[in-house]
């Protein structure tokens, strides 16, 4: 064949081939299933393929500077047992026998920890079923034998409609302070059982929760023949909230019970935050942000605390804040003061600076700390 004969033949052929490999790999191309975005859900939720379920994904990660004004022991290890660390800014004494002294025992600290949630939203003949999960990893390096790597349920709750299930703050709490060092407050999360409904501006809640969670340790005998009963009520107004709650515990040493009242008002277009709580308590310190006595106790008598917060925003990313607290309780008090700058240059990180001083009784303390955080995700 003549090369300009042979030219032709293949131009003839090549597009017929190509077009049937066209073809073959259209075939063999799966069609793409692409995620939809769930609007209805609220932001940053995504629907699960081949489901109903709306997914969030998110999280931060905060890492923590802390100098004190004094050095201290702030973790000792019992052989074969771990032991939860102490207060880095109390007055230990050195431990000896079976214990062995933290080889850490320096004025500051560095600290790192990451939180993840996942949120789901379902639709069903119930209502949406809506689950949250928060998990928390912390690790420093003030143990003796080991560096800290600790992992713990953060939150963890189910709800359908006005019913929620699972570990979570307990509604007997109001609110906490604007500082890294938030307060002294009935700051407790609890396995529980909650039925929540709103009636316009109003809401009312009810909740069966394990007293257990709000002892530090060792819990056995700490509590008496029922879970503890909490019951909130709130209010919303156009620049304002206020909660009034009442909670009651059996425990060995008898019925105790508790009693908050906290609000917040939003002043000069949102600007200014000021914020109040006051609580008291009979038997019960956990509802005051004390910590309730194990075993078999005494009546542990009457105490009362007081917190007042607020946070003042000067620019879009520049903000301070400052929190007061007292605890009041019969052989002893705690004040905790702390003012803080916070600056945010992105709507997802901040970066706060906080000095504290506090009053244990008589001991007293002053730290400074700082706090660099960003999220992710949902």
Request: charged residues 20%; aromatic residues 12%; negative net charge.
């Amino acid at each position: 064949m003549k090369p300009r004969h042979f030219l032709l033949a293949t131009t003839a052929i090549v597009p017929s081939a190509s077009a049937a490999v066209g073809e073959e790999l259209l075939l063999a191309v799966e069609p793409i299933d692409y995620v939809a975005v769930c609007t209805a859900s609220g932001e940053g939720y995504y629907r699960v393929p081949g489901t109903q379920t709306c997914l969030s994904v998110g999280g931060e990660i905060k890492f923590n500077v802390a100098i004190f004004d004094s050095r201290s022991i702030s973790s000792v290890k019992l052989l074969g047992e771990d032991i939860d660390e102490l207060n880095p800014i109390a007055v230990t004494p050195k431990v000896q026998g079976l214990y062995i002294k933290s080889d850490y025992a320096a004025n500051w600290s560095f600290t790192t920890e990451v939180n993840t949630t996942f949120s789901t939203q379902t639709p069903s003949d119930l209502g949406v079923i809506e689950t949250y999960l928060e998990i928390e990893v912390e690790r420093d390096f003030q143990t003796f034998l080991d560096t800290l790597v600790e992992s713990t349920l953060d939150t963890g709750y189910a709800s359908i409609g006005p019913v929620l299930f699972g570990y979570d703050d307990t509604i007997y709490e109001y609110d906490d302070g604007y500082t890294i060092d938030s307060g002294i407050n009935a700051d407790s999360t609890v396995d529980q059982i909650q039925y929540a409904r709103t009636f316009g501006a109003w809401g009312i809640a009810v909740a069966a929760e394990d007293p257990r969670d709000r002892y530090d340790q060792n819990p056995k005998n700490a509590t008496g023949d029922y879970p503890d009963l909490a019951l909130a009520l709130t209010r919303d107004f156009t620049n304002a909230d206020v909660q009034a709650s009442f909670g009651v515990t059996d425990r060995t040493s008898g019925t105790g019970w508790g009693a908050q009242l906290g609000g917040t008002i939003e002043l000069a277009n949102n600007a200014i935050s000021l914020r109040g709580i006051a609580a008291y308590s009979e038997n019960a310190p956990a509802y005051v942000g004390g910590v309730n006595c194990t075993g078999a106790c005494a009546n542990e008598g009457a105490w009362w605390n007081a917190l007042l917060a607020t946070e003042v925003d000067l620019t879009d990313t520049f903000a301070l804040q400052g929190t007061v607290s007292y605890v009041d309780q019969p052989s002893s008090y705690t004040w905790v003061g702390a003012v803080q700058a916070s600056w945010s240059p992105t709507d997802a990180s901040a970066i706060e600076f906080e000095l504290v001083y506090g009053d244990y009784g008589g001991a007293e303390s002053v730290a400074f700390k700082s706090r660099f955080t960003t999220s992710f995700g949902g």
